[in-house]
């Protein structure tokens, strides 16, 4: 692993981003360096796509399983048509509708996409972000930037670039800090290799939105995460593999919001009582209710986004503040829902509580 390297912190206007500090961080991509960048949804720990080595370096520097694929981020929608063959109709369709955003498509990988990339799969995962700084420095580096999470592999992913600079000062090049990312969870995850297309992470664009332009749409179990579904092989591998993470042990409680509210009461005290520190991580609507340990709002019920926006940031607090069991309230599996429930659950390692 690249140790003790200089990383460059630079801050980063989000609406007009410097140009000599982008053409900075390009550099650095093209030497086959690592540079993290804010994205809409989050942090990406970013090289370029076709560049073998750097590659795998960002592996190692991640601590990521190779047969985990990457996405490959790009500027331009031209872009797809290097990188992928037998693009059908319907990838242009959702690209018209959703790019730049949080939707990144799962095509037939061309050859110029090294296998590593792509965790020796022959299909590629591409999106076209929808922040300034991402694309800038995109178009700089002349080539599609292959990105993961920048997150220590099984960490709760970094919404900040603090939380970046946590996992990863002194192992990568330079770090773009245009402060707090807007969505909060990574990107929907749609395979267009199979029909009907299917879901194999939910995100960003919720299965709603994407039913309207796709009539069908299949949601794959692994991606509704209600248990760790054996997988022969990873098709898509945030299936595999425990994520989202924090050090404390997670307990997700699931059912009609009263009912959730006094399952968590019973338990603070029983965890309490076991001498534990307790963190709970409630919502606007509910965080009246609890009057011992540590108990931070998300965000709000009525507005899913505002919890997608916050759920990293608040269990690596919970993390940052010691707590070693963080009791929290499940949502709705609607809109955005789907994608916090998703993360929370695989965060929890399927620790789910049904409050009935
Ligand atoms: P992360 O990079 O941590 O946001 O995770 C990227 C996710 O994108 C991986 O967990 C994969 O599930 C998914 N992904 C990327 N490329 C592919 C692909 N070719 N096939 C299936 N899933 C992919
Ligand atoms: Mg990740």
């Not at 000599?20 to 796509?49: C, H, Q």
């Not at 990144?104 to 922040?131: C, N, Q, Y």
């Amino acid at each position: 692993m690249k140790e003790n390297l200089k990383t460059i912190v630079f801050k980063v206007d989000p609406e007009n981003p410097e140009e000599e500090k982008i053409s900075v961080a390009a550099e650095a991509i093209r030497r086959g360096g690592i540079v993290a960048f804010p994205t809409e949804t989050v942090y990406g720990l970013g090289v370029d796509a076709l560049n073998q080595e750097a590659v795998k370096r960002m592996y190692e520097v991640k601590g990521r399983p190779p047969d985990n694929p990457t996405i490959v981020h790009i500027a331009e929608f031209n872009d797809v048509y290097k990188l992928a063959v037998d693009v059908p109709e319907v990838a242009e369709e959702l690209m018209r509708r959703f790019w730049p955003g949080p939707l990144t498509i799962v095509l037939k990988a061309s050859k110029i996409v090294p296998r590593v990339t792509t965790g020796g799969l022959e299909t590629v995962g591409i999106r076209m972000p929808k922040h300034k700084v991402a694309l800038a420095l995109i178009r700089a580096s002349k080539t599609p930037i292959a990105a993961p999470s920048a997150n220590i592999a099984g960490k709760p992913s970094p919404t900040t670039a603090q939380h970046v600079i946590q996992d990863f000062y002194g192992s990568i090049d330079v770090i773009l800090d245009a402060g707090p990312t807007k969505i909060g969870v990574e990107s929907t995850v749609l395979d267009l290799t199979t029909k009907p297309p299917q879901i194999l992470r939910p995100g960003g664009v919720t299965y709603e939105e994407l039913k309207e332009v796709l009539g069908e749409v299949i949601v794959h179990e692994a991606a509704k995460a209600r248990e760790s579904v054996q997988l022969i092989e990873a098709r898509s591998p945030g299936m595999k593999y425990r994520h989202y993470a924090p050090k404390a042990e997670l307990i997700v409680v699931e059912g009609e919001t009263n009912r959730i509210v006094e399952e968590i009461k019973k338990l603070i005290d029983e965890y309490s009582k076991m001498g534990k520190k307790v963190g709970v991580m409630a919502t606007d609507e509910t965080i009246e209710n609890y009057k011992t340990g540590i108990v931070k709002s998300v965000g709000s019920r009525l507005d899913l986004s505002t919890i997608a926006r916050n759920l990293f940031r608040i269990l690596r607090e919970f993390d940052d503040e010691g707590v070693e069991v963080i009791l929290a309230e499940g949502v709705p599996e609607e809109g955005l829902g789907l994608a916090i429930m998703n993360r929370l659950r695989k965060a929890s390692g399927y620790k789910i509580i049904h409050a009935n």
